[in-house]
């Protein structure tokens, strides 16, 4: 795994693992006569290198071993079962400026993902219907009126800044998937059967989302405010210098310096 690239799942941060950054281990499984053969089991641990962070991220696999001509383990060849231990989920991080309601909806979702898809999908339809409501202040009984009408606002221009036709069409592809398109017009609290890819389409696109929306609203928001903040310091800076000359505070880093007194 040495030179492998890694993003950490609990900080996002995204690094190249080094030797003494991650552990793995495979250990033969002797049990006697069973069903599956012989079988193994691997541990795999990778420390985050974001010192901020310094988390431990594990992973845990049943399968059957890969031996070699001399019978010694090398490997798992197949997993039967498994996956990460810690953090339990693949939710990925995301910021604290998201609103706390979608942002645990979605950590739900994602939790039991595997363990009950159709428990998923409706916490991920909660969480959609959740963040159309909060960013675009659109709110119709049903789901499905609601991406209606985002659509139509896309459609003619009136729709909340930030909300791209790109989003939208997103959303209306995941509901051209399967039977989510039917879900989205009942109630979003009927729990529906869905199959494992569905639950998985909706929380990539509750990511993609949190993504285009609030993470881009937020750059757009950070960016406009750092204009403001040097446009101030000008202002002050030039009011400033002609009356106290030679005393006046240098300007910080980014301002010009060619402006003669
Ligand atoms: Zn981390």
Redesign the pocket.
């Known amino acids: 795994m040495d030179g492998t690239n890694w993003t950490?799942?609990?900080?996002?941060?995204y690094?190249t693992l080094t030797e003494n950054k991650f552990d793995i281990h495979d250990h033969g499984i002797f049990v006697g006569k069973n069903k599956h053969g012989q079988t193994t089991y691997r541990v795999t641990a990778i420390g985050?290198?974001?010192p901020?962070?310094?988390?431990v991220?594990v992973q845990f696999f049943f399968g059957y071993g890969n031996y070699d001509e001399l019978g010694n383990l090398r490997g798992i060849k197949e997993v039967i079962a498994g996956g990460n231990i810690f953090p339990e989920s693949s939710a990925k991080p995301q910021p604290n400026f998201i609103p706390e309601p979608l942002r645990v909806d979605y950590l739900e979702a994602c939790r039991i993902q595997n363990l009950s898809p159709k428990a998923s999908a409706t916490l991920s339809r909660r969480c959609l219907q959740g963040m159309i409501r909060d960013f675009s202040g659109i709110k119709r009984s049903r789901l499905i009126d609601e991406i209606k009408m985002l659509r139509n606002q896309v459609d003619d221009g009136s729709a909340e800044s930030g909300i791209t036709v790109e989003s939208v069409d997103a959303i209306d592809h995941v509901r051209s998937i399967g039977n989510i398109g039917a879900h989205m017009e009942k109630d979003i609290n009927v729990i529906i059967d869905v199959d494992p890819e569905e639950a998985q389409a909706l929380i990539e696109l509750i990511e993609l989302l949190f993504d285009e929306w609030y993470v881009a609203r937020k750059t757009r928001q950070d960016r406009l405010e750092s204009v403001k903040q040097i446009a101030a310091a000008k202002k002050k800076a030039k009011s400033s210098s002609p009356a106290s000359e030679g005393e006046a505070p240098e300007p910080d880093e980014g301002e010009g310096s060619t402006e003669a007194a």
Not at 8 to 13: A, D, I, K, L, T
Not at 52 to 55: A, T
């Open positions: 950490c799942p609990f900080c996002g941060h690094q985050c290198s974001n901020e962070c310094g988390e991220n």
